[in-house]
């Protein structure tokens, strides 16, 4: 066991309506599996009558009670930025922290959501056509989301964004990252699906607590793959729509489990049991 852990490793999520959340099932499972004393929290703010405004003292209150790391969601995985010492350079390049790890006084972000969605695209959607993209969803996951499409491959990314400026931000960051300004800002919404091969919703639209779809169901077809990263519910409306038309589809689950594998290996230094973690995460969908 690592020395640093000898006294067990405890972990939390903060995020907003998080009580579905499966993360800490898929924690402790794996940190019990390896003999490691793992305690992993949840820390909703919606529970707790908060906002992404007590991410400060949500942090220190952490730090003050040992807390090993901290994984970060919706809303507050940009918000969390200048309350860290250190980024990776994947977190610095995407501009948003999912996972931070606690350490010799220091807050040290990663992002793990990008090697999550590009191994799921990869066992999903691996032969998928990537000529023209459209991605719903600017934020903090969307980040990571569009720099997994890019570096997989995708040609043209076209972003939506209910705030046409973060889109925007978005966009310049991925064209400073990645050759031949392959990602830009989207306007018009029917015809970008009109002439795409792909669709990701990266908003958390279709969630228990925001049901609904990110793009109205005429703009679906048949030919068209469909991606996800909601995973509670795992039918998302927009999977069930799309699914009905015989699409292609990816859901949230590989994103959510890769995720965790690397998190669960910043916050214990030992390295996951992708598979085992994964299967446990499916025996939980039948449960």
Not at 165 to 191: E, I, P, W, Y
Request: hydrophobic letters at 45%; one cysteine or more; aromatic letters at 6%.
């Amino acid at each position: 066991m690592n020395p640093a852990h000898s006294a067990g490793i405890l972990a939390g999520l903060i995020g907003a309506g998080i009580q579905a959340s499966r993360t800490p099932a898929l924690h402790e499972h794996e940190g019990h599996a390896q003999g490691l004393n793992y305690l992993y929290r949840l820390i909703d703010l919606d529970q707790l009558k908060l906002d992404s405004s007590a991410l400060e003292q949500l942090l220190t209150a952490a730090e003050c009670m040992g807390y090993t790391g901290l994984n970060i969601t919706y809303p507050c995985k940009q918000v969390i930025l200048p309350l860290l010492d250190e980024l990776s350079a994947e977190a610095r390049g995407i501009g948003a922290v999912n996972t931070v790890v606690l350490k010799d006084g220091k807050r040290i972000g990663h992002n793990t959501d990008c090697l999550g969605f590009a191994e799921g695209f990869r066992r999903g959607l691996s032969d998928a056509p990537r000529r023209q993209v459209v991605q719903m969803g600017a934020g903090g996951a969307g980040a990571a989301v569009a720099h997994a499409l890019l570096a997989e491959g995708v040609e043209c990314l076209i972003i939506f964004d209910v705030e046409t400026d973060r889109a925007q931000a978005l966009v310049d960051n991925l064209n400073t990252h990645f050759d031949g300004a392959r990602a830009r800002v989207g306007h018009d919404l029917d015809s970008a699906m009109a002439k795409a091969d792909g669709l990701v919703n990266s908003t958390p639209m279709g969630m228990a607590k925001l049901p609904g779809m990110p793009v109205p169901k005429a703009l679906l077809r048949a030919d068209l793959w469909v991606a996800e990263i909601v995973y509670f519910p795992l039918q998302t409306e927009l999977l069930r729509e799309a699914r009905a038309l015989g699409c292609r589809t990816l859901d949230g689950s590989n994103m959510a489990v890769f995720q965790a594998v690397k998190a669960f290996e910043l916050f214990s230094g030992r390295e996951a049991d992708a598979s085992r973690m994964l299967g446990h995460f499916q025996q939980m969908g039948a449960e």
